[in-house]
């Protein structure tokens, strides 16, 4: 089960779950250790027996030379639209649209891991359970084959914690697409359809996100907010018509499926059993609440958390966000949820009256206060303010019922 070249079963650190987050970290001590013999002994554990192209991670920045080995493909454009109406957006000061393939990042994660001696991923296995103990903590990993224990000084979950209520998120962002090959190569402009064809019906609001990643092949997915959790798979027959909306009548192949769903707007804050063991991933603030996007908050993290562990400190979450910006984030994901059909003027607004510096700069968790001003006047009040008043009341109730 453990590797033979690195069977030990005492370790520093054990990572649970080997996805973005898990892998993200094994990455960032790699890369900040000064010997790779200064890394902590860490077993990461991952239930799936191989890595596929299973997803695609995007986000936005300026020149990001940490991280552009792993980008595939950039946008200098990109497109929000609804009915007839369309606004193109593009940075005069560097920021691109940066998309990363899941497989890439795999790779990467692997062959750093494989070089490190310190350093095990244990695939096809899983955390069966966790005990406390008073100088070390035990784990009990099992897969097809047989159940071992392990021992770790700190544990790093990427799970969703269990006290964690999804389904109580504000809004759940459920999303499913295909990439596929066309026969011909397209005429697609080069630009990233972030929200193509903004539409709301008995369901609620509803996009597609359209990517030209090369000549010949294109991301299509569909996507939902939705106050209700939904399976990704009761999304497939609306990814297919828009894929065959976009593609028109060219011809085309599949070559990978992506789906998944983001909780948006989770409330309460889970407070750690132990300073050992520290949750991280999409169930603790990995997602930025109002849009959904993770890739860089996730690495951002992971550069902050192997800092500490080199340090010989302690594992740690991810840190909260700046209070106004959590505060607006609620009001809009609220606003959105008591009324869906509001939600293409939302965005379309801000696509159209905020300057592409000040919308990005907010998107990516780092807003001046001018920024912040600009977002609020480009939205519609009255529906903004209701959403506020309405936050507060469950803020208040949600008060109460912690202090009875």
Request: glycine share 4%.
């Amino acid at each position: 089960m453990i590797q033979p070249n690195k069977c030990r079963r005492e370790f520093e650190l054990v990572i649970i779950g080997g996805g973005c987050s898990g892998l993200s970290l094994a990455l960032a001590l790699c890369r900040l250790a000064d010997k790779p013999d200064l890394i902590p002994r860490t077993l990461i554990i991952e239930p799936r027996p191989c890595y596929t192209n299973d997803r695609s991670w995007c986000y936005w920045e300026k020149e990001d030379k940490k991280d552009s080995y792993l980008v595939k493909k950039k946008w200098h454009a990109w497109e929000f639209s609804s009915n007839s109406r369309s606004y193109r957006q593009a940075s005069k000061r560097g920021w691109k649209y940066h998309y990363v393939p899941a497989i890439t990042f795999y790779k990467s994660a692997e062959r750093n891991i494989s070089l490190n001696p310190n350093l095990t991923l244990l695939k096809d296995s899983r955390v069966a359970d966790v005990n406390l103990q008073d100088n070390h903590i035990e784990i009990l990993v099992e897969n097809s084959i047989q159940t071992v224990k392990v021992t770790a000084k700190q544990i790093v979950d990427t799970r969703i914690p269990d006290n964690v209520d999804v389904s109580s998120a504000v809004l759940k962002q459920i999303f499913f697409g295909f990439e596929v090959v066309m026969n011909k190569s397209h005429r697609f402009p080069d630009v990233a359809r972030v929200m193509e064809n903004m539409r709301v019906d008995e369901k609620g609001f509803a996009f597609d996100y359209v990517l030209p990643i090369d000549s010949n092949s294109i991301l299509v997915e569909f996507t939902r907010f939705a106050k209700k959790p939904l399976s990704p798979e009761s999304l497939r027959k609306d990814a297919m018509e828009s894929l065959r909306r976009v593609c028109g009548g060219s011809g085309y192949h599949i070559v990978r499926e992506e789906y998944g769903m983001i909780p948006m707007g989770l409330r309460g804050k889970l407070k750690p059993k132990d300073p050992r063991w520290v949750y991280t991933g999409l169930g603790v603030g990995a997602a930025r609440p109002s849009t959904g996007y993770a890739f860089k908050r996730i690495q951002h993290w992971a550069d902050r958390c192997a800092e500490k562990i080199l340090e010989g400190g302690n594992v740690h979450g991810f840190l909260p966000d700046n209070s106004l910006l959590m505060w607006m984030d609620k009001v809009f994901l609220r606003a959105i949820a008591n009324n869906p059909a509001i939600a293409p003027q939302f965005f379309l607004s801000l696509a159209h009256k905020v300057s592409p510096e000040s919308l990005l700069r907010f998107l990516t968790d780092k807003p001046t206060t001018r920024d912040l001003i600009s977002i609020m006047l480009a939205l519609p009040k009255l529906s903004l303010f209701h959403s506020a008043l309405v936050e507060i009341y469950h803020e208040i109730r949600a008060l109460n019922w912690s202090l009875a």
